[in-house]
């Protein structure tokens, strides 16, 4: 019994202490962001909440905050649905269809996410520039969807294998092509998994950093946290202020849609990572 | 063979008569149609780019100068560059530090979060949200803690009593707070993935050991750990992949500094893309691409064994 | 619609090397006929099964629907499931968790693009009793009604042949009964060709009007339930058909003048004339005596021929007993209605000449 009493203050110290640790960098932030003067944790510096600085990035032009936000949300919408789309199709055929070689095909897929981005960068850029399609949309959704793509294959492969294989023959009988099978019967039966993927390629182009750094030069393409990072104040002060209501609005959808959909992506990294 | 001819033409379609003249199975054909868009988008916007550095890498490639082939010539003034040489000693140090620490606090906080208990599920969602942030923001954030003058890193410090570190001016401090910032960024998904492993676990094996009178801290070494080690070394693979890669949160917190002393490697072939030295960026960026493939090759190697789809 | 298979042959390439699934079959199969594909696992009766829904490729050889070749490697012609007209149920039902019973019932329809479809699958459903479940969902269904869904989805588009791989196998014992009694109606009713798979000889027996027997890739025996019973042409068959098994044991054959002796340790008994036939089976004078629990008689009185047993074990039927009797040529199963006899009781057992089979030893 002695065990369980100490087990248990153990889990609950631990337990706190993981929460501190995971929150604590986000309460201070929300914090800064309601208060007017940044530097409120010196003791002679009083805490007076405002919204001031979340009027200041919404609706400075400046700043061009709900410009990122826009952009941010389409492309990563778009390269979602996209990469899901195709990768459902290539994990459909490795599923599915005997071909000679397809474990090795699939773990190479899977290695090609573990290429640095910095030594695709250069050259994707050179590549998007011959195309004239720098800081355009397509610009950053194509190179996003690539990049998506092996860890979406990885995923959905793990969840069509899943699916009987019964239910393609007996489709088949019923006069079914791959396609429509593919389309009305394997995708609604993985449904879960499917939209798992959907959510950690959104969750990923949302907060991608490099790719949109170098491809994107202003407002009309650039995405939030490219925006947030290079968010620098005019008069030599950084605006942290500012800054913070900005990550505020950045983070708190993106939380939102963590905390309703956790299991989801839970369930999701993991298959991604460990093979059941 | 009328017979033959009049049933073939009444199924000739173009999928059809394409599978007949190369010969192959209608399906196998249809499966390599349905793998294409994917291995098509992977060429031409992975495999090409690397390829393509790989080449740039060979080249004097200036915004000034026109560009011309000089064979291993940037890789030779890379191994004589003092700068390099800091870059990878700083990555180096940062992946043997950041890594165990993440996998450490991961797995004890996977170790909590495997028990049942009230709030769980909150708990996780609490956990997930470092993850679920964008590094560049988080980025800003801990640029703001480890601010000098009002950051909340010296309020606490203030607070133990110590004195105020400056902990973006110092080599020292500038290394401490980009491993604290990344490793309040990635554990999550390492508590994540070993949570799955623990779960896997046979509970049953726990339930023998317990009437085998053994204890808590005999269960964690004997059955845990070793039952874990699959999931560990996964984990331990993909995390120190990412740690070599490291970007979006030193470029944001230090840019590199104080003075270099946190230049990632990445970092550092960034800037020279930032000055339009693409040759010698490409070269940087084909080391590091090597090292990482060597551990992607691993890891397939690892997971070869005992998967079948 | 009939089905016929020339030299049918397919050969797996697994990770544990070449697998000759079916070592080149030849069968015909009656327009209307509810024929069974019986045998252990491995057979090759699924496989059979699979190819001629055109879910697999024959390596060699030919399938023929009403004359018209569906499959054939050396014609280079194979005709797809879609092409075929066939239906099917699996062991798994395979029903489509995400739609309706009825949208599955009308699944085959709406790929065909056909208008009129309310009509025909509420007929369907309604000949397989499950017209108040069109609006359920797989998951809220018994194993019973899930069976019946998959017949409906089956039989909705009308068929040419109906193909069913072990669909029994998942129910219990009482459901198997009457869905058992139910399949042979409706086949009766609709007269589709039907193809049926199993590896339980009982359904066979009560099913159908044929029996396809496989072994190994090899079709060992075709006949009527009849016939396989009476008239098994291996070892194989004589035991893997009847239950409880046929009893077999080393025999030797004598002839002495033109009567035919069989000596079975201290048993003796004369082959029937009517059974000279079997002697063309054999080799030498050794023979495996087939005789069926049914056909032995027990007494407990000694007489010309018999053979002596100790009563090793008792199992009761409820009706009648089956007694485990060891003999000097190894232990006989006996089937009688004697409630008398007990364990270490000793017996004389004498087989009935009409009954006896004889076979070939073969080294198996």
Redesign the interface.
């Known amino acids: 019994m002695r065990e369980e009493t100490s087990k248990k203050i153990l889990l609950t110290l631990a337990a706190i202490m993981a929460t501190i640790f995971c929150l604590g960098p986000f309460i201070y932030m929300v914090l800064t962001s309601l208060s007017g003067n940044p530097d409120f944790l010196l003791p002679t510096k009083p805490f007076a909440p405002s919204l001031t600085n979340f009027m200041a990035v919404i609706f400075s032009e400046s700043a061009h905050f709900l410009a990122y936000l826009r952009n941010s949300l389409i492309i990563s919408a778009v390269a979602a649905v996209a990469t899901v789309f195709l990768a459902s199709l290539a994990a459909y055929a490795l599923t599915r269809l005997s071909l000679p070689g397809k474990t090795v095909l699939l773990l190479s897929i899977l290695a090609l996410s573990m290429f640095p981005p910095i030594s695709l960068i250069s050259y994707l850029f050179k590549l998007m520039s011959a195309l004239g399609w720098v800081n355009t949309y397509p610009g950053l959704i194509l190179p996003y969807v690539a990049w998506s793509m092996p860890l979406s294959l990885w995923i959905l492969v793990s969840y069509f294998a899943q699916v009987p294989r019964d239910l393609d023959r007996s489709a088949g009988i019923d006069g079914a092509s791959r396609f429509q099978t593919l389309i009305k019967i394997i995708l609604p039966v993985a449904a879960p998994g499917v939209f798992s993927t959907t959510l950690l390629v959104f969750i990923f182009a949302f907060n991608e950093f490099l790719f949109a750094l170098m491809l994107t030069v202003d407002y009309r393409s650039r995405t939030i946290p490219v925006g947030i990072a290079l968010f620098e104040g005019i008069h030599g002060q950084i605006p942290w202020g500012e800054i913070m209501a900005a990550a505020t609005l950045t983070t708190i959808p993106v939380v939102i849609l963590t905390l309703i959909f956790q299991k989801r992506i839970v369930q999701g990294l993991t298959r991604g990572a460990v093979k059941q | 063979m009328n017979r033959m001819k009049t049933t073939n033409r009444a199924n000739s379609s173009i999928p059809e008569r394409l599978s007949k003249m190369l010969s192959l199975d209608r399906e196998v054909l249809g499966g390599y149609a349905f793998l294409f868009p994917l291995l098509l988008f992977i060429s031409v916007l992975i495999l090409l780019p690397v390829l393509g550095t790989f080449l740039d890498s060979l080249r004097r490639d200036l915004p000034y100068l026109p560009g011309k082939f000089v064979g291993l010539d940037n890789y030779l003034a890379i191994f004589r560059d003092g700068s390099f040489w800091n870059s990878v000693r700083f990555t180096t140090l940062f992946v043997l530090v950041s890594v165990p620490l993440e996998v450490i606090l991961g797995l004890i906080i996977a170790l909590v979060l495997n028990e049942t208990f009230p709030g769980r599920t909150a708990l996780r969602a609490v956990v997930l949200i470092p993850w679920a942030i964008p590094a560049a923001v988080s980025g800003r954030i801990f640029e703001l803690i480890y601010n000098y003058s009002y950051g909340a890193a010296n309020y606490l410090t203030h607070l133990l009593g110590v004195g105020p570190v400056n902990w973006l001016g110092t080599d020292l401090g500038a290394f401490a707070a980009v491993v604290v910032a990344d490793v309040w960024k990635t554990t999550p998904f390492a508590a994540i993935i070993l949570l799955a492993g623990l779960a896997a676990i046979d509970q049953d094996l726990y339930r023998q050991a317990q009437v085998d009178r053994a204890n808590f801290v005999q269960r964690f070494l004997k059955i845990t750990l070793p039952l874990l080690k699959p999931v560990l070394v996964v984990t331990l693979l993909f995390r120190t992949v990412d740690a070599l890669r490291v970007f979006d949160v030193i470029f944001v917190l230090t840019g590199g500094g104080p003075g270099g002393s946190t230049n990632a490697v990445s970092l550092f072939a960034y800037t020279y893309y930032a000055a339009g030295d693409f040759g010698y960026g490409a070269a940087v960026s084909v080391l590091l691409f090597v090292v990482a493939l060597g551990f992607s090759l691993t890891y397939i190697k690892i997971a070869r064994f005992g998967e079948e789809l | 619609m009939n089905v016929t298979f020339r030299n049918l042959e397919k050969i797996f390439y697994t990770l544990r090397g070449k697998v000759e699934a079916l070592k080149g079959i030849d069968l015909e199969i009656g327009q209307g006929e509810f024929f069974i594909l019986l045998g252990p696992s491995g057979c090759g009766k699924s496989t059979t099964l699979n190819l001629t829904?055109g879910?697999e490729?024959p390596t060699a050889g030919e399938i023929r629907f009403a004359d018209k070749?569906v499959s054939s490697p050396d014609?280079?012609?194979f005709l797809?499931?879609?092409?075929r007209n066939?239906?099917?149920v699996?062991?798994?039902?395979?029903l489509?968790?995400?739609l309706s019973v009825f949208e599955n019932i009308a699944?085959?329809l709406r790929?065909?693009k056909q208008k009129e479809i309310g009509e025909p699958v509420e007929r369907t459903a309604k000949m397989l009793s499950i017209e108040d479940l069109l609006d359920r969902k797989p998951a809220e269904l018994s194993g019973g009604q899930r069976q019946r869904v998959a017949i409906a989805?089956a039989l909705v588009r009308n068929p040419d042949l109906f193909l069913l791989d072990e669909p029994l196998s998942n129910l219990d014992a009482q459901l198997r009964t009457s869905m058992r009694a139910e399949l042979k109606r409706l086949q009766r009713d609709t007269g589709i060709t039907t193809i049926y798979v199993t590896h339980d000889q009982t359904e066979a027996m009560t099913l159908g009007d044929r029996i396809g027997l496989f072994r190994d890739g090899d079709l060992i025996q075709v006949g009527t339930p009849e016939e396989l019973y009476n008239r098994p042409r291996t070892p194989f068959a004589a035991t893997f058909v009847g239950s409880p098994p046929m009893n077999l044991i080393a025999a030797e054959i004598n002839r002495e003048g033109d009567t035919t002796m069989i000596t079975c340790g201290e048993g003796r008994s004369e082959l029937p004339k009517d059974k000279a036939w079997m002697l063309e089976r054999l080799v030498g004078r050794e023979a495996l005596l087939g005789i069926r629990p049914e056909h032995i008689t027990m007494t407990t009185t000694t007489g010309a021929g018999t053979l002596k047993g100790k009563i090793e074990n008792i199992e009761p039927l409820g009706r009648e007993l089956l007694y485990h009797v060891h003999t000097g040529v190894g232990t006989l199963i006996v089937l009688s209605s004697e409630e008398e006899l007990q364990v270490e009781d000793t017996v004389h057992l004498f087989f009935n000449p009409t009954h006896i089979h004889l076979f070939q030893p073969e080294d198996d």
């Open positions: 829904a879910l490729h070749i014609k280079k012609i797809s499931p879609k092409e066939v239906a099917m699996f062991q798994s039902y395979a489509y968790p995400h699944f085959p790929i065909a989805r």
